[in-house]
C-alpha cells in the first residue's frame, strides 16, 4: 500500500515536553505497527547491492511521530570500507586548516542570546531485578529516525538494532537508505552489548603559537585523532555498527578498537563511545593523545569519570553514572576551561536538570521520563531532542520516544524482533 507523502516528513518541532500519566505511557510495539512505504520511481529490480531490493521492500513507517524501520539485508562489504583509506584526512591545505581554525577559535563570549550546540546526553542506572539500564538522548536536527533491524548477519557477527539519523528523505536517492548502517549512532545487539556515540572537541596545547584560542591559551588542533600503525582502518560513524556486529561484552570492544587505526571522520571534533553489556559492566572509550604524544584508546570506567568531575560543570548527585560531551579522562577534563565547554556543547542546564531526577533504581519507563529533563527542550528554544531510548542489555529490550513526546513510545524486543 502507497504511504501518503505526508507521513514522509518530519513532525513539526515544538517546545513542549508532552507527559504522560504516571502509570500509563501509550507504548507502541514497533514491529507490530506500521504501512509500507512505497514509491512509483523504485525500480526494485535493478538495485545494487545484492538484496538491497529485499532491504527495501521492508521499509515501514511507524507513526504518529516520524519514525521508519527496515530489516536490513543488502550485503555491505565492511572489510572493504575499514581497507579503504580514502577517508583518511592527512591531506594538508593550509587555506582550509586556517579556515577551521579560525571557525573554531574566533568565537564571543557566550551569552544567552547565542545559540547553542547540540549537546547528546545519557547515563546508566538499574532496575528493580538489578539490570542494568542503558539510557540515551541523541541531541540534533536530523529527523526522521530509522531503527535497523540487522538479521541477516555475517557468519560470526551478531544480529543487532541500530537507531540511525536521516536528515532528509529523499527516495530519489535510493542510496541515501541504503547507506544508513554507516551512521548508526546507537544501539544494541542479540547479546544485549549496548554502544552509543557522543560528540567531543578536538583541543590541544602542541604549542604552535601561530593562531591561540583568547579563552583556553592553547592551538586547537586541526584534525581529530589519527593512528597510523599499519593496521586496518575505522572511522568514527562506523564504530558503532562494528562494535555491535563483533562484540558481546565491553571486553570484547576495547579489543576490537585496538585491532585497528582510528581516524576521525570529523576533522575538527573528537568523539567519545558509551558502552554497556549484560553483565553490567560500563565503559567510556575515549582517543587521546597525551602527553606521550601518540593517539591512544582509553577504557574509562564510571570511577575515572568520577575522578575527573572537579572539572565538570555538572553539580548532580550520582554525575559520574552519567555521560555528555565532556571528556572523562583527567588529562583532558583538566585542560579545558568551564566556559568554552559550555559555549560549544552547553548540555550544562539539561544534563544537571537529568541528574536531578535521576535515581540510582529506576524502572524503564521511570528513566525514560527521567531522560526528557536532559533533552533539548529544557533550555533551547525551537529545539527538541531526536530521540530518547532505554535499553536493557538484560531482557534485550529497548523503549524509545522522539520529540521530547511521552504520548508515543515504542518499543522493541530484540530476542522476537530479530527472529
Not at 592553547?218 to 562494535?243: A, C, E, H, S
Request: include cysteine; hydrophobic fraction near 35%.
Amino acid at each position: 500500500m502507497a504511504v501518503a507523502a505526508a507521513t514522509l516528513v518530519g513532525c513539526k518541532k515544538n517546545t513542549t515536553i508532552v507527559e504522560a500519566p504516571k502509570d500509563v505511557l501509550n507504548i507502541i510495539n514497533l514491529r507490530a505497527a506500521g504501512n509500507v512505504v512505497t514509491e512509483a520511481g523504485y525500480n526494485l529490480a535493478n538495485c545494487k547491492p545484492e538484496k538491497a531490493k529485499e532491504t527495501l521492500e521492508s521499509f515501514r513507517y511507524v507513526g504518529p511521530m516520524p519514525v521508519y524501520y527496515m530489516d536490513y539485508a543488502a550485503d555491505v562489504d565492511w572489510n572493504k570500507l575499514l581497507n579503504d583509506t580514502s577517508n583518511r584526512i592527512d591531506r594538508y591545505d593550509a587555506n582550509e586548516e586556517k579556515r577551521r581554525r579560525y571557525d573554531l577559535v574566533l568565537f564571543t563570549p557566550p551569552t544567552d542570546a547565542q545559540p547553542k550546540r547540540n549537546a547528546c546526553s545519557g547515563f546508566i542506572c538499574h532496575n528493580k531485578a538489578g539490570d542494568l539500564l542503558f539510557c540515551r538522548n541523541f541531541d540534533d536536527d536530523s529527523d526522521p529516525m530509522v531503527v535497523i533491524f540487522n538479521k541477516d548477519v555475517k557468519p560470526g557477527e551478531y544480529k543487532n538494532v541500530m537507531m540511525c539519523p536521516w536528515s532528509e528523505v529523499n527516495f530519489a536517492n535510493l542510496e541515501n537508505v541504503l547507506t544508513l548502517p554507516t551512521v548508526a549512532l546507537d544501539g544494541m545487539n542479540e547479546k544485549g552489548f549496548c554502544a552509543a556515540i557522543y560528540q567531543l572537541p578536538d583541543f590541544q596545547n602542541y604549542g604552535d603559537d601561530t593562531i591561540v584560542d583568547p579563552v583556553e591559551n592553547m592551538t586547537p588542533r586541526p584534525f581529530g585523532p589519527d593512528q597510523k600503525t599499519g593496521k586496518k582502518q575505522i572511522t568514527t560513524l562506523f564504530i558503532v555498527n562494528r562494535l555491535l556486529a563483533n562484540c558481546a561484552t565491553v571486553d570484547d570492544a576495547v579489543r576490537y578498537l585496538q585491532s585497528l587505526d582510528y581516524t576521525a571522520m570529523s576533522q575538527h571534533l573528537n568523539a567519545h563511545f558509551y558502552i554497556a553489556d549484560a553483565s553490567g559492566k560500563c565503559l567510556t572509550l575515549e582517543y587521546w593523545k597525551g602527553s606521550h604524544g601518540q593517539d591512544t584508546l582509553l577504557a574509562l570506567t564510571p570511577e575515572d569519570r568520577f575522578k575527573s568531575m572537579h572539572n565538570s560543570l555538572i553539580q548532580a548527585p550520582y554525575e559520574y553514572n552519567s555521560i555528555e560531551n565532556y571528556y572523562c579522562n583527567i588529562e583532558a577534563s583538566t585542560t579545558h576551561s568551564e566556559d568554552f565547554w559550555q559555549y560549544y556543547f552547553s548540555s550544562k542546564t539539561r544534563v544537571s536538570n537529568m541528574m536531578r531526577h535521576y535515581s540510582l533504581v529506576m524502572d524503564e519507563e521511570d528513566a525514560l521520563r527521567c531522560l526528557q529533563h536532559g533533552c533539548f527542550a529544557a533550555d533551547e528554544i525551537n529545539k527538541l531532542t531526536d530521540w530518547s531510548c532505554v535499553y536493557n542489555p538484560v531482557k534485550q529490550t529497548v523503549l524509545f520516544n522522539m520529540h521530547n513526546d511521552l504520548s508515543s513510545v515504542y518499543s522493541i524486543d530484540l530476542k522476537e524482533d530479530l527472529k
